[in-house]
Each structure stands twice: as C-alpha cells, then as structure tokens.
C-alpha cells in the first residue's frame, strides 16, 4: 500500500467504531445506491424538465450521460477483471482496521477494488449535469465526494486510488458528450422514440 493510501486509510477508520449512529448511517449510505445517489437522479430529472433555451442540446448531454455513466461501470469492472486483484482494505487483516459497528462481513468481498465503479458512474453523471448547468455539476461532484465516495472509504471498501482513478474513468468517458457527432449518434435514436411514445419513454427514463 503507497503512502498516499496509508495516511487517508489510517486516518479516515481512526474515526470508525466511535459513535454507532454514525457507522450505522454511512453503512446504509455506502450499501444502498437509492441513498447514494437519489440526489443524483432528482438532479437529473430537474436539469431534463426546466426551462432553458438550449433544452433540446442539453438533453441530448442527459442521455448520452446516462449512456456514458453505464459505459463507464462496464470500463472500470473490465479494468477489475483484467488487473492484478486488489483486495478491499476492510478484508486485509494485515492492515488491523477498525471494523464499523455495522458490517456485513460478505460485502464485495470477491470483488476487486480498484478501480471504483460507484466513483466512475456517479462521476459520470455529475460531468453530464455540469454540461448542463455549472452550478449544478459542482453541487453534484460535491455531493458524490460527500455520499458516494467518503461513505465507502470509511466502511474500508476502497483505498483512496481506487476512488480517483474511478472517477477518473466516468470523467473521461462522459467527456466524449463533447463530441457532438458522437453525442448525436448515440442520442438521435432515444430522443426520436420520445417524440413516438413520450409516455413508455418517460417511464423507463425516471426508472
């Protein structure tokens, strides 16, 4: 383990297994994707329905973003699968850490943990709002450091890199909604189907 990831690791679980409410908040937070990244998805939903004279534009950054954010958990497991395994800092006794007061020990615990998937998604997602609206997108990237990353760095599921160089992943990937003939491209088919069936379109795009 480099040094970087020491000292955040280390510091980071001195302040796990002290205030049950805390470890049992950030493990539901860490665990379920409806309380880490809700806020996200209501983001989303209001960048999609407000007004604004580019709509048409920024809609197609929301769809691609949506694409992007899938293509980005697709990139960062395949990096998983074909890298050296890393085991989650949590299951490494060597490492004698604080284990929080709520833990299921089976979690990930076959999953590789570099590189991040919650980091590359979310951060996909959160570039996609920024596309649309800045203060938005770094609400958003706020938001993903404080609900998705922390939470899963004080359960002891990820080492620090693994958190950058997933959202460096999402980051790149959904950069290419800048291209506009591939924005276009991958977005031209969803948006003609909203206009044939806005109602099936709308149910699957809110789920």
Not at 109 to 131: E, G, K, N, T
Request: hydrophobic share 50%.
């Amino acid at each position: 383990m480099n040094f970087f990831d020491a000292s955040v690791i280390y510091f980071v679980n001195s302040l796990v297994h002290r205030w049950f409410a805390v470890d049992a908040t950030l493990a539901l937070i860490a665990t379920n994707t409806l309380f880490s990244g809700g806020a996200i998805a209501a983001v989303i939903c209001w960048a999609w329905f407000r007004r604004n004279p580019n709509q048409s534009v920024n809609r197609e950054f929301l769809s691609c973003g949506i694409l992007t954010a899938f293509l980005s958990v697709v990139a960062a497991r395949g990096l998983a699968a074909l890298l050296p395994y890393r085991e989650r800092p949590i299951h490494r006794p060597e490492l004698h850490l604080r284990v929080p007061f709520v833990f299921n020990e089976s979690t990930v615990v076959h999953w590789s943990s570099f590189p991040s998937d919650h980091a590359a998604m979310f951060c996909a997602l959160a570039l996609s709002i920024y596309f649309v609206s800045r203060r938005a997108g770094i609400a958003a990237f706020c938001y993903v450091l404080l609900f998705v990353c922390a939470p899963r760095l004080y359960m002891g599921f990820h080492y620090p890199t693994d958190l950058v160089a997933g959202a460096l992943i999402g980051i790149g990937v959904a950069s290419l909604a800048r291209i506009e003939s591939f924005r276009k491209a991958t977005t031209l088919p969803v948006l003609q189907y909203k206009e044939r069936s806005p109602g099936i379109f709308m149910r699957g795009f809110l789920l």
